[in-house]
């Protein structure tokens, strides 16, 4: 190979490419055709050297050619998904504006007002950031999300049953958000170097990090943030294109463990609020725990199509801003409304979804997906609990429940989501095309 002609016709090409980071990718792939015609060309009697000229040549004018392929390969915005956050942020100030808080209402949507300004910051960092510097960090963020909750197990504060909180100077935040954005940036990055776990002592490990934090979670208690945990990161297990052979341990491994874990929750913590909770759902007759149950169905039988207004007179939750912000936009607005947020809800986790395929990244596949679970489990559980059809636990909606370390939290996680997207043009694949 000539190199010298062909490294100074992919210059030509690569001048035209704005993004620099698409230029390795290019080089790469321009590469790979003018080696491919130039050993055509030296199969048809010509010297090595006519050949890569007759390969440059057929590749056509490199500056037209970079214009075409600078089109190809740049930093794209995912519009639709940024569209669809405006929307559901807009709609986080209704709760806001019509329930009756110990505080006046203005004083909410004031700091409402300061954590979007900070959660689009955070956004447009990560938006602009290389998410895949992250991946090699994953101990790091594992380890930082296991300290962090130890700390708080025994430093923290206790509020509402639950001991989550820690006081950085006037503020108190829930660290639960933050940790689990640590575990889900670790296995992530975990999962993309899953096949060099072949060994059963690495095996081992991977299924003590597993229940790690479960057990941490539910020593606080935060039983719901445990099973966010777990469906994220079952999710992002079931894309890694982990060998069929390991995954199958895994697996059966984890069931016998969880099990195990099961068993041992319900005979040691049978006695538990928590536990108490879970029963009750189970026993319609069980007036005082499902007391707010049998009131969200009579504030959902009233709401009608058209809804009873925002400032309507209804002895509501005082949480309806928080956990209940979804049966109280539908009593307030209606069922027409309650419909068009469920819709906007599924079309932002299923554009999600889809952008998880559009990159041939591996990590950065697998970070959209377990974003993807992040947002879908809480948005389902939520909705479904003010329908009664899933046990009471405290979740809040995605964007639209107040409280600020969860929605940065979720800011982040849409920013890295978003990320991925804008590089999927101009990054090189790590995805195995016919993995099996």
């Not at 101990?139 to 989550?164: C, D, E, K, P």
């Not at 095996?203 to 229940?211: A, K, R, S, T, Y």
């Not at 409280?403 to 997207?421: E, K, Q, R, T, W």
Request: with cysteine; net charge positive.
């Amino acid at each position: 190979m000539n190199s010298s002609k062909f490294e100074e016709f992919l210059n030509k090409v690569t001048s035209k490419v704005k993004s620099k980071q698409a230029h390795s990718l290019i080089k790469k792939e321009l590469t790979h055709h003018l080696q491919e015609l130039s050993h055509s060309f030296q199969k048809s009697d010509s010297t090595k050297e006519e050949a890569d000229e007759k390969a440059i040549e057929e590749m056509g004018n490199p500056f037209i050619l970079g214009e075409n392929l600078n089109h190809l390969h740049k930093p794209k915005i995912d519009w639709v998904l940024t569209s669809l956050f405006v929307i559901i942020g807009a709609i986080s100030f209704l709760p806001l504006i019509g329930t009756t808080h110990s505080l006046p209402n203005y004083h909410f949507i004031g700091r409402q007002v300061i954590w979007y300004f900070l959660a689009v910051l955070v956004i447009i960092g990560f938006l602009f950031f290389d998410y895949r510097k992250l991946r090699n960090f994953w101990m790091g963020f594992y380890v930082s999300g296991v300290g962090i909750l130890l700390y708080t197990t025994v430093f923290g504060y206790m509020m509402n049953g639950a001991q989550r909180w820690l006081s950085i100077g006037a503020i108190i935040i829930d660290v639960t958000p933050l940790s689990l954005c640590l575990f889900f940036l670790a296995w992530a990055g975990l999962f993309s170097k899953i096949n060099t776990f072949n060994s059963w002592p690495k095996q081992m490990i991977v299924i003590g990090l597993f229940w790690m934090p479960i057990i941490l979670y539910m020593a606080l208690p935060h039983f719901m943030m445990s099973v966010i945990y777990f469906f994220c990161v079952v999710a992002m297990f079931a894309f890694s294109q982990v060998h069929k052979r390991l995954a199958l341990k895994l697996v059966v491994a984890n069931m016998i463990i969880g099990l195990g874990f099961l068993m041992t929750l319900i005979i040691n913590f049978h006695n538990s609020y928590v536990f108490t909770r879970l029963t009750a759902f189970f026993n319609p007759h069980d007036a005082e725990f499902n007391f707010v149950v049998d009131k969200m169905r009579d504030v959902l039988s009233q709401a009608g199509w058209f809804g009873n207004g925002l400032f309507n007179d209804k002895d509501f939750f005082t949480s309806a801003h928080t956990d209940f912000a979804f049966p109280y936009l539908v009593y307030s607005l209606g069922w027409i409304f309650g419909i068009a947020l469920c819709g906007i809800l599924l079309l932002f986790i299923l554009r999600i979804s889809k952008n998880a395929f559009k990159t041939k990244d591996l990590y950065g596949r697998t970070l959209v997906i377990g974003g993807a679970a992040l947002f879908a489990v809480p948005a389902c559980w939520n909705i479904l609990m003010g329908f009664g059809i899933v046990p009471l636990m405290g979740v809040s909606l995605p964007f639209i429940s107040y409280g600020g370390s969860m929605l940065l939290c979720y800011s982040a996680i849409l920013g890295l989501i978003l990320s991925v997207f804008r590089q999927k043009d101009i990054i090189e694949p790590t995805i195995e095309e016919n993995f099996n």
